[in-house]
Nanobody, 123 residues
Framework: QVQLVESGGGLVQAGGSLRLSCAAS????????MGWFRQAPGKEREFVAA????????DYADSVKGRFTISRDNAKNTVYLQMSSLKREDTAVYYC????????????????WGQGTQVTVSS
């Protein structure tokens, strides 16, 4: 069974940094694109970043561009989201997801999701 497990969330002050990890098991993900999404209370889940299977192609939401960096280690079946200069509006549950194909921004394009990790940014 394919599973995605996120970790690395927590409470951080505005301006601080966190690194999220998403470990995949059950199947090799070296041919899969990976994405990060987030959902704040009362809001829809939104796209944050995505990375191609090779790591060569990435995409970011405008709201995080220049502050967040997505990367992956296929040998470890793990994708990362380095978050810097965090703002209160980054507070959300962060989810990773996988799709077999190129990178996409639409939630519906992703086949498998993790359970999420909470990120809370305080002022």
């Amino acid at each position: 069974q394919v599973q995605l497990v996120e970790s690395g969330g927590g409470l951080v002050q505005a301006g601080g940094s966190l690194r999220l990890s998403c470990a995949a098991s059950g199947r090799t993900f070296s041919s899969a694109a990976m994405g990060w999404f987030r959902q704040a209370p009362g809001k829809e889940r939104e796209f944050v970043a995505a990375i191609s299977w090779s790591g060569r192609d990435t995409d970011y939401a405008d709201s995080v561009k220049g502050r967040f960096t997505i990367s992956r280690d296929n040998a470890k079946n793990t994708v990362y989201l380095q978050m810097s200069s965090l703002k209160r509006e980054d507070t959300a549950v962060y989810y990773c997801a996988v799709r077999w194909g190129g990178i996409r921004r639409q939630r519906s394009e992703y086949a498998i999701w993790g359970q999420g990790t909470q990120v809370t940014v305080s002022s």
